[in-house]
C-alpha cells in the first residue's frame, strides 16, 4: 500500500487513520487520537505491542479519576519552554505538565530524588531522608571576579583608544565578548519511581549566565539565589507528597552522597590573604561593603 492508500481503521477505537506519518504498534496503524494518549518511558514505548497498548489504555483510563480529583497546590516552573510540574499536597499527587493532562503520579510511586549542579549532588531524597549539600557555586564564581575586572579595564581601554583621534566613539575597535564558562551549566533534576511505565524522570533547569558585554558577579549570584529558591521549593513540594515527616540532614562539603558521587574537598586558605583579596573588590565595586564585611565574618569564623 502506499503513503496516500486508504488505511484500515484503527484497531483499537475504529477512528480514521492519519494519511500523513501515521503511528504503527506491531506493523497496525494506530489513530492519532489514540496514539496520543501514550506517556511512558521511551523504552517502553519503542517496545510496545498491541496486547501491551490494550493493557496500557486500560491504565490510562484509571488515571483519569486522579486527573479528575487534582487540585493544584504548588507548581515548579522551570523555564518557558522547560519542564513544569504540578503538586496536589491534599491527595499527594504530582504531575510532569502545567495541568494534570498527563501521567498523574501518586506520591507513592516516588522511590527517591537527585537534584545535581552539573554532576555534584545539590539535594537527594528518599523516605530515609532529605540530604542538602553545601554548594560551593557563589564561592567559584566570586573567583571569577579578577577576570571580570580585567575584561571590564581591558573593554574601557579599547573604548578610550577608540575615541583617541576625534573623541567620538567611531566604533572602530573590535568587539569584546565576556566568554568565561559559568560555575556550572545547569541544575539536573531524577525522579526515580516504583510505576508500571515510568522508571526515571530527568529534567533540567539551566543556570544563571553572565552578561557577554557587561558581566557581573553580584548579578549572577542574585540570579542564582533565585534559582535556588525555586529548587527548594521543588525539594518541599516532592518531600510533601512522597516523603512526609521526614528530616533533613545538611551534609558537609566533601561528604560522599548515597549515590556514590564525591565532591572535592575545598583547598585550605589563608584567610588574611582572602579578606585582603575580597577588600580590594570591594573597593573596585564588584561586590558591596556588606557583602566583603559578611566574608570577612566567615574567613575568621566569627
Known amino acids: 500500500m502506499g503513503l496516500f492508500s486508504k488505511k484500515p481503521p484503527c484497531p483499537i477505537c475504529g477512528g480514521k487513520i492519519s494519511w500523513f506519518l501515521p ?5 497496525q496503524y494506530i489513530c492519532d487520537t ?42 515548579i516552573d522551570f523555564g518557558i519552554w522547560d519542564t513544569k510540574i504540578i503538586f496536589d499536597y491534599q491527595n499527594k499527587l ?12 501518586e506520591g ?5 530524588f537527585i537534584i545535581k549542579e552539573d554532576n555534584i549532588p545539590l539535594f537527594e531524597g528518599s523516605s530515609e531522608g532529605i540530604r542538602c549539600y553545601t554548594s560551593t557555586v557563589p564561592e567559584r564564581a566570586m573567583a571569577l571576579a579578577p577576570q571580570i575586572a580585567q575584561y571590564m579595564m581591558s573593554k574601557q581601554l579599547a573604548r578610550a583608544i577608540d575615541k583617541m583621534d576625534d573623541g567620538k566613539e567611531n566604533r572602530t575597535a573590535p568587539i569584546q565578548l565576556f566568554d568565561i564558562p ?5 541544575f539536573n533534576v531524577e525522579l526515580y519511581l516504583d510505576h508500571p511505565y515510568w522508571t526515571v524522570i530527568k529534567c533540567d533547569m539551566d543556570g544563571p549566565r553572565f552578561s557577554h558585554e557587561h558581566p557581573n558577579v553580584n548579578d549572577y549570584i542574585r540570579d542564582y539565589q533565585d534559582s535556588i529558591k525555586e529548587i527548594e521549593k521543588l525539594v518541599k513540594a516532592l518531600k510533601t507528597v512522597a ?16 549515590q556514590g558521587v564525591q565532591k572535592s574537598v575545598a583547598p585550605s586558605v589563608d584567610p588574611i590573604e582572602e579578606i585582603k583579596r575580597y577588600k580590594a573588590l570591594m573597593e573596585e565595586g564588584i561586590i558591596s561593603q556588606q557583602e566583603f564585611e559578611a566574608k570577612k565574618k566567615q574567613l575568621l569564623g566569627i
Do not use: R, W
Open 182 to 186: 559559568e560555575p556550572f551549566k545547569a
Open 243 to 258: 516523603f512526609p515527616g521526614t528530616v533533613e540532614i545538611s551534609v558537609a562539603f566533601g561528604t560522599t552522597s548515597a
Open 108 to 112: 507513592k510511586h516516588l522511590k527517591s
Open 34 to 75: 489514540c496514539y496520543s494518549k501514550i506517556d511512558m518511558d521511551n523504552d517502553k514505548k519503542c517496545n510496545l505491542t498491541m496486547q501491551g497498548f490494550k493493557e496500557y489504555l486500560a491504565f490510562y483510563d484509571e488515571n483519569q479519576h486522579l486527573k479528575s480529583k487534582f487540585a493544584v497546590s504548588e507548581k
Open 23 to 27: 503511528s504503527k504498534i506491531e506493523g
Open 94 to 105: 504530582f504531575c510532569m505538565s502545567k495541568n494534570p493532562d498527563k501521567t498523574v503520579f
